[in-house]
T-cell receptor
Framework: EPEVTQTPSHQVTQMGQEVILRCVPI?????FYWYRQILGQKVEFLVS????????KSEIFDDQFSVERPDGSNFTLKIRSTKLEDSAMYFC???????????FGPGTRLTVL | SQQGEEDPQALSIQEGENATMNCSYK?????LQWYRQNSGRGLVHLIL???NEREKHSGRLRVTLDTSKKSSSLLITASRAADTASYFC???????????WGAGTKLIIKP
């Protein structure tokens, strides 16, 4: 059964460094998402992406964040200058259409030191 | 807003018993989805129920939705030790496509 995959599983970085989190969505899905979960807190929406552009973003998704689908298969989340409070589990999700199930990858644990 | 609040926060039952978790939400929704998360791991989709549906089944899972009360319940029948996990409800509002998550119910099944 097709699955969303994410790499790396764990990323440790120094404050101020740039990180790129990678996702390979399920091949025929059209809607892509990033969410994050700070340890012990709720899962929070960051951004949705459809037809090669951002369709929605939350207040968390400020100028330090960007998303890209560079080659039609990978979907990436870039954080330009990481802060301590960016430490969280980041989940990539996708869906066949806007109001269908969202399926998630196993997550990338980002630790900012 | 505190969309998607689950209760109880934690539930501990014996293997073989049924587990019921509840979720309440505030805004009008297109659908509501339940997910499972094993400790520190990924989010596994369990079931989606649309706003025009009242009940849905999948294996040992039964989900109900009451849009007049803005609430949903997830019933796991004949629980197993492997069902031990956190369970989250997440709603998709009418107005956009993002999932809005609750804080989850931590379910422990004692063998």
């Amino acid at each position: 059964e097709p699955e969303v995959t994410q790499t790396p599983s764990h990323q440790v970085t120094q404050m101020g460094q740039e990180v790129i989190l990678r996702c390979v969505p399920i091949s025929n899905h059209l809607y892509f998402y990033w969410y994050r979960q700070i340890l012990g807190q709720k899962v929070e929406f960051l951004v949705s992406f459809y037809n090669n552009e951002i369709s929605e973003k939350s207040e968390i998704f400020d100028d330090q964040f960007s998303v890209e689908r560079p080659d039609g298969s990978n979907f990436t989340l870039k954080i330009r200058s990481t802060k301590l409070e960016d430490s969280a589990m980041y989940f990539c999700g996708d869906g066949l259409s806007s109001y269908n199930e969202q399926f998630f990858g196993p997550g990338t644990r980002l630790t900012v030191l | 807003s505190q969309q998607g609040e689950e209760d109880p926060q934690a539930l501990s039952i014996q293997e073989g018993e049924n587990a019921t978790m509840n979720c309440s939400y505030k805004t009008s929704i297109n659908n509501l989805q339940w997910y499972r998360q094993n400790s520190g791991r990924g989010l596994v989709h369990l079931i989606l129920i649309r706003s025009n549906e009242r009940e849905k089944h999948s294996g040992r899972l039964r989900v109900t939705l009451d849009t007049s009360k803005k609430s949903s319940s997830l019933l796991i029948t004949a629980s197993r030790a492997a069902d031990t996990a956190s369970y989250f409800c997440a709603t998709v509002p009418d107005s956009n496509y993002q999932l809005i998550w609750g804080a989850g119910t931590k379910l422990i099944i004692k063998p």
